[in-house]
C-alpha cells in the first residue's frame, strides 16, 4: 500500500561500534511516508542506538542516514535542530522534566520552536493530553503520574508540533491491553492519509502486528529479517519464530549479557565505596 510512497528514511551500511563491540553493523533499510514501521529484537540488540542515529543525536562509525533526502550524520547541531522541528520524539525513559508540570511538559516545544500565543498553547497542550487519554492531568508533576502515563504525557509532547514523522521507542510499555490499543489506534489514526509516518520500536508483539505496514528484527547488530506482517508471521527464520512467540528456547542466546560485560572493557571500573562516600556527602 504505501511501498510506492516517496521515501523519507534512508539508512545505508550503518555500523555504529562502542568500543570495539559493533552495535550497529551494516544496517540499510527505507521508510516511505505514510507508513508505520516497527523494528523488534531482544532488549540490548540496538534498537534505541538505531532510534538516536535516526534522529541525529548520534553520529555513526560509518554509513549514511538521509531524511527528506538530506544527510542527517554531517550535519552541524544547528541543522539538525532545524530537521527536528518536523519530527517528534518519545524516548524510551519517557524524558520528561521533572521540575515542570505534565502540562508545561507538552507545551515545552510549542514555546521553544513557535510564536503561538499562551491561549492558542493552552488549547493545543489540552488537545494534545486529550489525544493520550490524559484530560485533566496537566498539573500534576511527572512524579505524581505512573509510568504508563509518563510515556503518555512523552507521546502527547511528540505530538506537540505535530510532526511528519514521529520516532516511538517502546511507546506501549507499562500500558496495560486497553491504553495499549489506545496508543496503537492513535498511531494508526495519525499516519491514515499519509499525513504523518511513524518509526515505532516495540516488542510488545500484540502492538506491533496490529500497526506495522513493515517490520525489521533486528539481532546481532544486524537485520535478521524484515518484510510485512505476513511475511514476518509467515518467516522460515527460526529467530523470528522464536522473538515472535516468545518462546524460551531456540536459537536466540540467553547468554548476550556475558558477552556485552566482556565487550564494555573500554569502560573504566569506579570501585562501589567512592558511592557510598558520595551518599553520605549528600544526606548527612
Ligand atoms: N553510549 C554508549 N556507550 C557504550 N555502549 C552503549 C552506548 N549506548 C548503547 N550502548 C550499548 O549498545 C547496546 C544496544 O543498546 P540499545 O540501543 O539501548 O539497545 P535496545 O534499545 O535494543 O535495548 C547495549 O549493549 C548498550 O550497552
Ligand atoms: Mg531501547
Do not use: W, Y
Not at 155 to 173: G, V, Y
Amino acid at each position: 500500500m504505501n511501498s510506492h510512497g516517496e521515501t523519507i528514511i534512508e539508512v545505508n551500511d550503518l555500523v555504529r561500534r562502542f568500543g570495539d563491540r559493533a552495535v550497529l553493523n551494516n544496517i540499510s533499510f527505507n521508510v516511505h511516508r505514510g507508513e508505520i514501521l516497527v523494528i523488534m529484537g531482544g532488549s540490548g540488540c540496538g534498537k534505541s542506538t538505531l532510534l538516536r542515529h535516526m534522529i541525529g543525536s548520534m553520529k555513526p562509525t560509518s554509513g549514511s542516514v538521509k531524511i527528506f533526502g538530506e544527510e542527517i550524520t554531517a550535519m552541524k547541531e544547528r541543522e539538525v535542530e532545524r530537521v527536528r522541528l518536523r519530527l517528534g520524539m518519545l524516548f524510551q525513559s519517557g524524558a520528561l522534566l521533572a521540575s515542570l508540570t505534565v502540562g508545561e511538559n507538552v507545551a515545552l516545544p510549542l514555546m521553544q520552536h513557535t510564536k503561538k500565543s499562551p491561549d492558542e498553547i493552552e488549547r493545543i497542550v489540552r488537545q494534545r493530553l486529550e489525544m493520550v487519554g490524559l484530560t485533566g492531568f496537566e498539573d500534576l508533576k511527572p512524579d505524581e503520574i505512573s509510568g504508563g502515563m509518563k510515556k503518555r504525557v512523552g507521546l502527547a509532547r511528540a505530538l506537540a508540533l505535530d510532526p511528519e514523522l514521529l520516532f516511538s521507542d517502546e511507546p506501549t510499555s507499562g500500558l496495560d491491553p486497553i491504553m495499549t490499543a489506545v496508543v496503537d489506534q492513535l498511531t494508526l489514526k495519525l499516519t491514515q492519509g499519509s499525513h504523518m509516518t511513524a518509526v515505532v520500536v516495540s516488542h510488545d508483539m500484540t502492538s506491533a502486528f496490529r500497526i506495522a505496514t513493515r517490520m525489521i528484527m533486528l539481532g546481532h547488530g544486524s537485520i535478521v529479517a524484515q518484510g510485512t506482517p505476513d511475511e514476518i508471521r509467515n518467516s522460515s527464520n527460526p529467530e523470528v519464530q522464536q522473538f515472535i512467540h516468545g518462546e524460551p528456547d531456540g536459537p536466540i542466546p540467553l547468554n548476550l549479557s556475558q558477552e556485552e560485560h566482556k565487550d564494555h572493557s573500554h569502560v573504566k571500573p569506579r570501585p562501589f565505596f567512592r558511592a557510598r562516600g558520595r551518599f553520605h556527602r549528600k544526606t548527612g
